[in-house]
């Protein structure tokens, strides 16, 4: 069994700043990449940013690049994104995700495991 339990989310003003993590737990080598999707009412849920447990990014939407940096600390079993330069359309509920990465586009079949979500709320 696999687990993933993120924390961080909260509420920010637009410019500002915000860091989630994601601890994993159990039989963490059945992974070998990480990512970050978010949704919104209505939407599907979409790619933010992923990362193999090697050190290897492997993703970044273009919405993001520049502002957020995905890491992973495997002493820690931690995930970590960090959200610089926030904006109104990056309210979203995000969450951590966890598989077995074969090369395969970056999507949400990807994953096998998945945290609970964390809610993040950027006002202007």
């Known amino acids: 069994q696999v687990q993933l339990v993120e924390s961080g989310g909260g509420s920010a003003q637009a410019g500002g700043s915000l860091r989630l993590s994601c601890g994993a737990s159990?039989?963490?080598?059945?992974?070998?990449?990480m990512g970050w999707f978010r949704q919104v009412p209505g939407k599907e849920r979409e790619g933010v940013a992923g990362?193999?447990?090697?050190?290897?990014?492997?993703y970044y939407a273009d919405s993001v690049k520049g502002r957020f940096t995905i890491s992973l600390d495997n002493a820690k079993n931690t995930l970590y994104l960090q959200m610089n330069s926030l904006k109104p359309e990056d309210t979203a509920m995000y969450y951590c995700?966890?598989?077995?990465?074969?090369?395969?586009?970056?999507?949400?079949?990807?994953?096998?495991?998945w945290g609970q979500g964390t809610q993040v709320t950027v006002s202007s």
């Open positions: 990362i193999l447990t090697s050190g290897g990014t492997i």
């Open positions: 159990g039989w963490t080598h059945r992974f070998n990449s």
């Open positions: 995700a966890a598989g077995r990465w074969r090369g395969a586009p970056f999507s949400t079949s990807a994953y096998d495991y």
